[in-house]
């Protein structure tokens, strides 16, 4: 009898705490944790079983100074996670400017939208977040553009009850 050998796409103790640290790190902003984390190769766009990269994790939990380490180290703000998110919806619905303002300075595109057709100013505007749809609308996104179910941003703050941004979106005609 040969002993079994391990599965080697399971993953051993050491390995499972390593990784979760390394995601704890991106959740509390740990921008030096992480930057020593990713000059020795860890890879910027590691994701977790929910498909949330580092990246989302920083911005959702506004973590500026962590999402640049990330962002300088190449992470991708783009990356959606399993729900069709990316980093920039996170901050959108979290209403968090400076991290809005960052991801958008590192290439993230106003109108990146998930399968559902819901793009960054869509989440400004059903929570109300006029900043953030301001910083959007001055940054190229189309306030006129539908989700898949044909509706608008303004016609999603409307049904949201979200007065200030369905005020901003009205203004624009």
């Known amino acids: ?18 990784v979760r640290m390394v995601f704890q790190h991106a959740r509390s902003g740990d921008a030096d944790a992480l930057a020593t984390l990713l000059a020795q190769g860890l890879p910027p766009n590691l994701r977790n079983e929910r498909g949330d990269s580092l990246l989302m994790l920083a911005c959702y939990h506004g ?8 962002l ?9 996670n399993d729900a069709g998110q990316t980093p920039l919806a996170g901050a959108a619905f979290k209403g968090d400017l ?3 303002t960052l991801l958008l300075d590192y290439g993230a595109r ?14 400004a505007a059903m929570f ?19 989700d898949a179910d044909g ?7 409307q049904r949201m009850g979200a007065a200030d941004t369905a005020a901003l979106l009205a203004a624009l005609g």
């Open 1 to 18: 009898m040969h002993p079994a050998r391990p599965d080697p796409n399971e993953l051993d103790d050491d390995t499972l705490a390593f």
């Open 63 to 70: 973590h500026a100074d962590a999402a640049r380490v990330l």
């Open 72 to 80: 300088e180290h190449g992470a991708d703000p783009e990356l959606m």
């Open 98 to 100: 400076a991290v809005a």
């Open 110 to 123: 106003v109108g990146t939208a998930g399968p559902n057709g819901k793009h960054a100013l869509m989440f």
């Open 128 to 146: 109300n977040r006029s900043d953030i749809a301001r910083l959007l609308l001055a940054r190229g996104a189309d306030p006129r553009a539908p």
């Open 151 to 157: 509706v608008t941003a303004l016609a999603a703050a």
